[in-house]
Structures are given as C-alpha cells and as structure tokens.
C-alpha cells in the first residue's frame, strides 16, 4: 500500500479550476511532486517543491501544501490536460520514495 | 536535450532472469542520482530502484529486494537493472528516471518485461 493517498478520479469542465489532492504524513515534512501521464506514454514532471515549474509546463500548473496535504491546482483546464495525475515524495522517515496511487482527471 | 533510452524489453519465464539498460545523454549523467520506476498494465506507477551518483549507494523496494540489482557505468552513461528471479507481478512497462532526491525530472519512454510461462 502507498503512503500517500490519491483521489482515483476527478473531473472537471473546460476552462474551470480542479485541484488534484495527495495525503500523507510525510508531506508535512516533505513536497510533493507532480507528474502527468497521457495513454501510452511516459509520466512527465509538471511542479515540483514548493513551486517549482519545469521549462515547457504551462503556469496554469501549481501546487500548495497545507498539513499533510499537497495539492495540484490547475486554473482553467484544457483538453490537453486530461490524464493521470501522479504525486511523489519521501516517505515518514525521509529514505525512501514514494508514489500515491494516482488520479484520472477528465475534462468534460 | 535529456535523453534517456531503455532497452532489453523481453519475455521471461517466471523464475527467469533479464537485463534492462538505459543510456542517458544530453547531460552530465555521472552528477545525476538514477532511478528505476515501474507501471504494472493498468495500475499505477511503482518505486523500483535508485542508485547515487557514483553508484556507491543503492535502494531497493521491498518487492524487488535481493532479486533486482541496480548499477551504473558513468564512463558509458548507462544504468543498469539486473532482475533475477523474475515473478508474474513483476511484469510492467520499466521506466529509468534521472533525479535527484524524489524529484524525478527526465523520464525515458519505458521498455516492456514480460514474464509469463
């Protein structure tokens, strides 16, 4: 089992804001990481830290944290970004990683 | 560009052995950490393996512990996963990740390993 918990799915109309969640106990101690996974392909990095962005990623993307809780924000979904969602971190005691079980978002 | 390429897809039978490879380019692999990340069909993304920069160091999930090995040749870019002992359940799409800590920001395009009799 992860330790860190994800909603299985979340959905979203065109143009609106969804918030993505990951729980855990190390994510008060840690950031979560964020990557995005499209059918057939590769999870791609999309925030990381306290807000880090990468080169490419659209600033539609954020995240914040709040206890044991960290959150992908995306303000005014596309198409485009209909996928599933994957937090990382540490876990509690900071040696090993770990995925949250990952959440579908669909666009409508 | 960051570019990391697997191979040694294949089908194994279970009790079987493979050897998966990643060849990275586009940056300074020996300053990288190197992770192995594996997604099972239709499930979600699993932790497999890291190695430290100078391979001096190595972490095992608990599900692959003592059958898979991880390594690195700095001199050839490449990370390595030598999979002993292959199970049904380890059958997923195998991805090599660079990063350093848990952020893992360069992904390869996976290779498949399938073990089935």
């Known amino acids: 089992s992860s330790e860190l918990t994800q909603d299985p799915a979340v959905s979203v109309a065109l143009g609106q804001t969804v918030r993505i969640t990951c729980r855990g106990d190390s994510l008060r101690n840690y950031y979560a990481s964020w990557y995005q996974q499209k059918p057939g392909q590769a999870p791609v990095l999309v925030i990381y830290?306290?807000?880090g962005r990468p080169s490419g990623i659209p600033d539609r993307f954020s995240a914040s944290r709040s206890g044991n809780m960290g959150s992908l924000t995306i303000t005014g979904a596309q198409a485009e970004d209909e996928a599933d969602y994957y937090c990382?971190?540490?876990?509690?005691?900071?040696?090993?990683?770990?995925f949250g079980g990952g959440t579908k978002l669909t666009v409508l | 560009e960051v570019q990391l390429v697997e191979s040694g897809e294949g089908l194994v039978q279970p009790g079987g052995s493979l050897r998966l490879s990643c060849v990275a380019s586009?940056?300074?692999?020996?300053?990288?950490?190197m992770h192995w990340v594996r997604q099972s069909p239709g499930k979600g993304l699993e932790y497999v393996s890291a190695?430290?920069?100078?391979?001096?160091?190595?972490y095992y999930a608990d599900s692959v512990k003592d059958r898979f090995t991880i390594s690195r040749d700095n001199s050839m870019n490449t990370l390595y996963l030598q999979m002993d002992t292959l199970r049904p359940e380890d059958m997923a799409v195998y991805y090599c990740?660079?990063?350093?800590?848990?952020?893992?920001?360069?992904w390869g395009p996976g290779t498949l390993v399938t073990v089935s009799s």
């Open positions: 830290g306290k807000k």
């Open positions: 990740t660079r990063g350093n800590s848990s952020i893992l920001d360069s």
């Open positions: 190695i430290n920069s100078n391979g001096d160091t190595t």
């Open positions: 586009g940056f300074t692999f020996s300053n990288y950490a």
């Open positions: 990382n971190s540490r876990d509690t005691s900071g040696n090993h990683v770990v």
